[in-house]
C-alpha cells in the first residue's frame, strides 16, 4: 500500500490521497481514492469491476470520488468524498479472504474513508469487509446496518426527477409522461415501481436478460427495447440513466428526444461541456450526484445508529434541493450541473473552513 506519486500526476484533479492496494494471494487489486475531508471523513462505495487495465481503473476511481465529494456536500451530509474500485471480475474472484483483506486496507486508513456497497458489491459483503474494519456501512439489519441502499437512492431519484417535472412542465408528477429507464438493476427497478405508480408509462432496457424477465414478470405494462440506443430515440419524456456512467455523450446528446433526464448512474456526462450542449438542445439535466444521493444518505445515517424513517425523510428533501439547483441555474444563466457545482463548493469552503478553529 502507498500514497500515489507518478509523473501523471492524479493529485492535479486535487484529491488528497489516492492509495494502490495489493493482495497477491487472494487477487486483491484495489484503488482507494479520497478527494476531500473537508466536512468530515469521505464516504463512498466499493466497485468491484473488471475493468480493461490499471489506467481505466484509476481514471474511474478518480471521477467517482469527486462526485461523491459533490454528493455528500449538497446531501447536508457532515462528511467528504472518496471512493473504491477493486479491479476483476467479481463472478470469477470475489471470496471471504479477498473482501476480508480488502477491509484491512480501509481499516489501515484509520477512518479517512467510510466504504459501501456499489456495482458489484452488496450488503452480504459489506457484512464480511466488517470483520477486518470498522469504517464501513450498508451492513445487513441482521449485522447492525441499513440493508440495501438502493431503495433510497431509487426514492431520491424520483423526488429529483419530480421536481425536474415540475420545472419543465409546471406539476411535480409523472403522471401520463413517458419515462426510459436504461438499466433495471437494484436501483432501476425501484424507480421503475415509483414511476408506475405516479401514472408514468415505462419504457427500459438492460444488457441483462434476468432483468428483462424480471420486468416482464413483475411489470408487463413495462415497454421493452432493445438496447440503449433504441431507448435514447424513443419518443419518451424523461430519460432515465441507471447503469454505468458516461451516458451522456457526444452520440447520444444530439439522438435523445427527452426533455429531461433524470437518473440513477454516477458521471453521466461523458466529458465537460456536454451539459452546454444539453441545454443548448433544451433538454434539462437534474445533477446525477444530487438526484441519485438518496443511497448515500442512507448508508451515512447508519453511522449514528439506523433510523429508516429519518433517513428516507432526508431523501425526500433531494425534490427540495433539486428545484433550488434549477431555480438557480436560471438566475444565473448556467446549466444547473454548473449551478450545483457552486452550490456544493459554497459549502465545503464555508463548513471546512470552521476545522481551522482549534478544538482542545
Not at 489516492?18 to 481514492?33: E, P
Not at 474513508?113 to 477486518?132: K, L
Not at 439522438?255 to 437518473?263: F, N, P
Not at 441555474?329 to 476545522?355: I, Q, T
Request: net charge negative.
Amino acid at each position: 500500500m502507498g500514497v500515489f506519486a507518478s509523473s501523471d500526476d492524479p493529485g492535479s484533479s486535487g484529491h488528497e490521497q489516492v492509495v494502490f492496494c495489493q493482495d497477491k494471494q487472494t487477487g486483491l487489486r484495489a484503488i482507494i481514492a479520497i478527494y476531500s475531508t473537508a466536512l468530515g471523513p469521505a464516504l463512498g462505495g466499493t466497485r468491484f469491476y473488471p475493468y480493461a487495465s490499471e489506467a481505466e481503473a484509476l481514471a474511474d476511481v478518480l471521477d467517482l470520488s469527486r462526485g461523491m465529494a459533490y454528493k455528500n456536500a449538497l446531501a447536508g451530509l457532515d462528511l467528504g468524498g472518496g471512493k473504491a474500485v477493486i479491479w476483476g471480475d467479481p463472478e470469477r474472484i470475489k471470496s471471504e479472504a479477498l473482501l476480508r483483506a480488502y477491509g484491512r486496507f480501509v481499516e489501515s486508513l484509520h477512518g479517512r474513508y467510510y466504504t459501501a456497497c456499489d456495482v458489484g458489491t452488496y450488503v452480504a459483503d459489506m457484512d464480511v469487509i466488517s470483520r477486518e474494519t470498522r469504517f464501513v456501512t450498508g451492513r445487513s439489519v441482521a449485522h447492525g446496518g441499513a440493508g440495501d441502499s438502493s431503495v433510497l437512492t431509487a426514492w431520491g431519484v424520483y423526488q429529483g426527477m419530480r421536481a425536474a417535472a415540475e420545472h419543465v412542465w409546471g406539476t411535480p408528477s409523472l403522471a401520463g409522461r413517458t419515462v426510459g429507464v436504461a438499466g433495471l438493476g437494484k436501483v432501476g427497478r425501484h424507480l421503475t415501481g415509483h414511476l408506475i405508480d405516479d401514472g408514468a408509462r415505462v419504457v427500459a432496457t438492460d444488457v441483462n436478460p434476468q432483468a428483462r424477465e424480471w420486468a416482464r414478470q413483475t411489470y408487463p405494462q413495462v415497454e421493452l427495447v432493445a438496447d440503449a440506443t433504441a431507448l435514447i430515440t424513443a419518443d419518451i419524456d424523461v430519460y432515465a440513466p441507471c447503469a454505468l456512467g458516461g451516458a451522456l455523450n457526444d452520440d447520444t446528446v444530439p439522438a435523445l428526444r427527452a426533455k429531461v433526464v433524470a437518473g440513477a448512474a454516477n458521471n453521466q456526462l461523458a466529458h465537460p461541456g456536454i451539459e452546454k450542449l444539453l441545454a443548448e438542445r433544451d433538454v434539462l439535466y437534474a445533477p446525477d450526484y444530487v438526484v441519485n444521493a438518496g443511497g448515500v444518505i442512507q448508508v451515512a445515517d447508519e453511522i449514528e445508529g439506523f433510523n429508516f424513517e429519518r433517513a428516507k425523510l432526508r431523501a425526500t428533501r433531494i425534490y427540495d434541493t433539486t428545484r433550488e439547483i434549477l431555480q438557480l441555474a436560471d438566475a444565473e444563466g448556467v446549466p444547473p450541473a454548473e449551478a450545483a457545482d457552486r452550490l456544493a463548493e459554497r459549502r465545503m469552503a464555508d463548513v471546512g473552513r470552521l476545522r481551522t478553529i482549534l478544538l482542545p
